[in-house]
């Protein structure tokens, strides 16, 4: 099989079950953003510091692409085979907050992204992640979308920077504390 179709060439795209959009169509965009999230999740996956991690980053990955097939489905064919995402996998989310929290110490301030490379591409992670919410939430404004799947990525972002946290704490980086000047 050719990894090229050609179909592209125009602009336009094929939505899961056949439907022609631009390739610049909010729904597009929306799991593209999903799908760059994933690839930053590989990375930090492939980290070091995340040896004890895999197991939960990979199934990220794996909710991550349930995600985007969800998206990638045209809105008007109801009959569709896609994968399915329940409440018990940003209830893993929660679980995973909680644990990497009770070995932190409490925020006291706002923390810059930085002082390792690995912390860094995590914030870029949660970065992405916070702009396919958007992506998500303004295509739900348009066609409905699972709520489940707001949900989950809101989540994911709150994961991604106790992760960053956790990491630093690991990787034996001190926090930057954002502290604002005074007037």
């Not at 610049?24 to 070091?48: C, F, H, K, T």
Request: glycine content about 6%.
């Amino acid at each position: 099989m050719k990894i090229y179709t050609k179909g592209g060439d125009t602009g336009n795209t094929s939505l899961y079950g056949g439907s022609r959009v631009s390739k610049a169509n909010i729904r597009i965009d929306a799991y593209g953003n999903v799908d760059e999230l994933n690839s930053y999740i590989g990375w930090l996956r492939d980290q070091p510091v995340n040896l004890a991690r895999q197991v939960v980053l990979k199934e990220i990955q794996d909710r991550l692409f349930t995600i985007g097939a969800l998206l990638a489905a045209s809105p008007s064919k109801n009959n569709l085979k896609t994968p399915d995402l329940f409440e018990e996998d940003a209830l893993l989310l929660e679980q995973q907050i909680d644990a990497m929290q009770a070995a932190l110490e409490p925020l006291q301030y706002f923390i810059l992204p930085g002082g390792h490379a690995t912390v860094s591409f995590g914030h870029i992670a949660r970065t992405v992640c916070r702009r396919a919410e958007r992506g998500i939430v303004a295509l739900h404004e348009i066609e409905p979308v699972p709520l489940l799947i707001i949900q989950y990525i809101n989540r994911l972002s709150d994961y991604l920077f106790v992760l960053c946290r956790i990491m630093a704490k690991e990787l034996s980086v001190e926090e930057v504390s954002w502290k604002p000047r005074k007037n």
